[in-house]
């Protein structure tokens, strides 16, 4: 059974760093996985805001957080770490680890793709 499971989530001041980690079990980092994170702040829409594919390390940020936010491998076994820095409170949401079978490294990617979901964890930031 694959199970994603989210973990860093909680209160950051404004230009505060904070980092998440989403711990994989079920499969291996050896296969070729794209793991994404998407964020829903309150009233919004589900957005992509990075992802990595455990080919080749491959990422793909969007807009609003490239240069801010780094997604990576290493460290524990099957583990992806998204370190975010400089958090601003449009930041704020919950944020879900999601994977996907594949190599395509797109963070314009929808949903529908991924095949699996964290339980999400949440990120508060005050100004």
């Known amino acids: 059974e694959v199970q994603l499971v989210e973990s860093g989530g909680g209160l950051v001041q404004a230009g505060g760093p904070l980092r998440f980690s989403c711990a994989a079990s079920?499969?291996?980092?050896?296969?070729?996985?794209?793991l994404g994170w998407f964020r829903q702040a309150p009233g919004m829409a589900r957005e992509g805001v990075s992802c990595?594919?455990?080919?080749?390390?491959?990422?793909s940020y969007s807009d609003s957080v490239e240069g801010r936010f780094t997604l990576s491998m290493g460290g524990a076994k099957n583990t992806v770490y998204l370190q975010k820095n400089n958090l601003k409170p449009e930041d704020a949401a919950v944020y879900y680890c999601?994977?996907?079978?594949?190599?395509?490294?797109?963070?314009?990617?929808?949903?529908?793709?991924?095949?699996?979901w964290g339980q999400g964890t949440r990120v508060t930031v005050s100004s």
């Open positions: 999601a994977a996907a079978l594949g190599t395509q490294v797109v963070v314009e990617r929808e949903e529908h793709e991924f095949d699996y």
């Open positions: 990595i594919t455990t080919y080749d390390g491959s990422t």
């Open positions: 079920g499969f291996t980092f050896d296969d070729s996985w794209v």
